[in-house]
């Protein structure tokens, strides 16, 4: 029996509607999700909204509404982004719900057992921004001698009565943590700066405000509210159940993986797990930081406006281009750059002219020439069993290998190579030549191309699930014989049926707007 295997995203920030990094991060993780479905995983896919904090009390006060009805707005856009990017979530979760400011308590109550939480008075340096606390030594100086958090954003300083967790008290067992366990902190480059940072030497930590009220109550202190980042991590319990002792609590926590942008590493592989060991939990088994997404090589913001609207990206090029363009142009951890053209270009030279056209080419064939129907009786020659070989290697072996790792671009890539080999095959074999001169061969061929195509397309599926299932239908190729357990099935040996084919991936043209 399979593990159980249980997946995050971040929970986005939605003071602001949705941008192309909240789509890359989230991709990856359904990609990842439907991939362990595949392999015959019981998956938890968590991601939602992190509604607290400062900067949602502020922008809610700037458009003069309530914090929860901004709240409600824009966590609507998140749900309808993902939905539109096919995102295959089993719990959205929104920190506004009941349910987490129970279980944000519970965790702040078993740390308050366990010595980790004293009243004091917070002096320093607060970014609203990043809703992160600096040190004197970590900031920049911006323009005109003004002080900046490390990543440019303004700080302001704070003054005011606060709760405190004993982040210094766990230092040891922090690197302790990182020593054993290499794999906890993913990539190595981020891995390495935890660790400079941590051993650095840690400070206690603020972890309630005063000077606001839109967050979870302190429990027996309701003029405190929780400091967000306190709140935001246990959203990866509440969704389990926490604190309750459910059937899902039990079955997926410890989280396998959190998948998380590189700007919040040292919350998630610092504090978080500082926490879980005050409260006596589990920790998750890895956090992966990955990289940012450039415009055109550039950070997005409005003063530069080229930030992108994720959902016409879809709207212009399909989301299944969308998908596999994120996945397969750059390696996953790195920082990565987009433009139309790169899409553009990507998408018609491997899922159209290369993936789609070797599909449509061969089923198109078979329903016009074989009645879309026929057993192939002709024996295996060793041009098609190396054929098969190599499209099963890179199904079977190259692609899941990758990505376990996550490195998927490495995964699609030997998938291409594969879907290559196919077309190379079938221009060699040329099944209309043999038509004509050797039926039966002919067929040995088809057969072959089919179940090549049929591994193909279930290997890719977690990346451009639309487009694949929409081959597989064509193939006729039932929905339960669709996971890797099946592609040990040779399809070439029996009956092969195909029912109303169509092209899965149009050729794009740049959008008039970008020509030029």
């Known amino acids: ?154 700080v302001e300083w704070t003054v005011e009565e606060s709760w405190f967790f004993r982040l210094s008290r766990y230092q040891k067992r ?11 902190i993913r990539p190595e480059s981020r891995r390495n700066e935890v660790m400079r940072f941590v051993e650095g030497g840690l400070r206690d930590l603020s972890v309630s405000r005063t000077s606001f009220d839109w967050g979870v109550k302190v429990p027996g202190a309701d003029n405190h509210v929780m400091y967000v980042w306190v709140d935001a991590l246990t959203n990866y319990l509440t969704g389990l159940g926490y604190p309750d002792e459910t059937e899902d609590f039990k ?50 913001s409005k003063s530069l406006g080229n930030v992108t609207d994720p959902g016409e990206l879809v709207d212009t ?61 002709a024996p295996v020659e060793p041009v098609d069993q190396a054929l098969r070989n190599k499209v099963q290697t890179a199904c079977r072996e190259e692609l899941p290998a990758a990505f376990e790792r996550l490195a998927f671009s490495s995964g699609l890539e030997a998938w291409m190579q594969a879907v290559f080999a196919c077309n190379a095959y079938i221009d060699e074999q040329a099944p209309w030549a043999l038509r004509k001169t050797d039926p039966e061969r002919m067929q040995r061929v088809l057969a072959t191309l089919c179940a090549c195509i ?6 890719v599926s977690p990346v451009i ?20 357990a099946a592609l040990a099935e040779d399809l070439a040996l029996g009956e092969v049926r195909v029912e109303n084919p169509k092209p899965a991936f149009p050729r794009l043209e740049l959008p008039v707007q970008e020509e030029g």
Request: proline share 4%; hydrophobic share 40%.
């Open 317 to 377: 090029f399909g989301v299944d281009v969308l998908r596999y363009f994120l996945l397969r142009e750059f390696a996953f951890g790195q920082d990565g750059s987009y433009s139309p053209e790169a899409i553009v270009t990507r998408s018609n030279a491997e899922l159209a002219n290369s993936y789609g056209n070797l599909a449509q080419r061969v089923m198109s064939f078979i329903s016009k020439n074989c009645d879309g129907c026929f057993t192939a009786s």
């Open 454 to 459: 049929r591994d193909l397309s279930i290997a």
């Open 251 to 300: 079955k997926f926590w410890p989280a396998d993986i959190h998948l998380i942008g590189k700007d919040i590493i040292r919350f998630h592989t610092v504090y978080w797990p500082a926490f879980l060991m005050s409260a006596n939990l589990a920790l998750p088994k890895q956090v992966f930081g990955h990289g940012f997404l450039l415009n055109r090589g550039q950070k997005e």
């Open 1 to 154: 029996m399979a593990e159980p295997f249980y997946i995050t995203t971040a929970i986005h920030y939605p003071n602001g509607k949705p941008h192309i990094g909240h789509a890359y991060e989230t991709i990856a993780a359904d990609v990842l999700a439907r991939f362990q479905r595949l392999m015959g995983r019981e998956v938890r896919f968590q991601t939602g909204t992190d509604e607290h904090g400062l900067k949602m009390a502020q922008k809610a006060r700037d458009l003069d509404i309530t914090p929860r009805a901004l709240a409600d707005e824009m966590s609507g856009y998140f749900r309808d982004l993902f939905d539109k990017l096919n995102i295959s979530y089993d719990r959205y979760i929104r920190t506004t719900e009941d349910v987490h400011h129970r279980a944000s308590q519970a965790i702040w109550q078993a740390m308050e057992a366990n010595g980790d939480l004293y009243l004091d008075r917070y002096e320093g340096w607060y970014s609203i921004r990043d809703e992160a606390y600096y040190d004197e030594s970590e900031l920049i100086e911006g323009e005109g001698n003004e002080k900046l958090s490390p990543q440019g954003t303004p």
């Open 465 to 484: 699930p639309e487009a694949s299932s929409k081959i597989l239908d064509a193939l006729c190729i039932p929905s339960a014989a669709r996971d890797f």
């Open 174 to 184: 922090l690197l302790a943590l990182y020593n054993d366990n290499p794999d906890f």
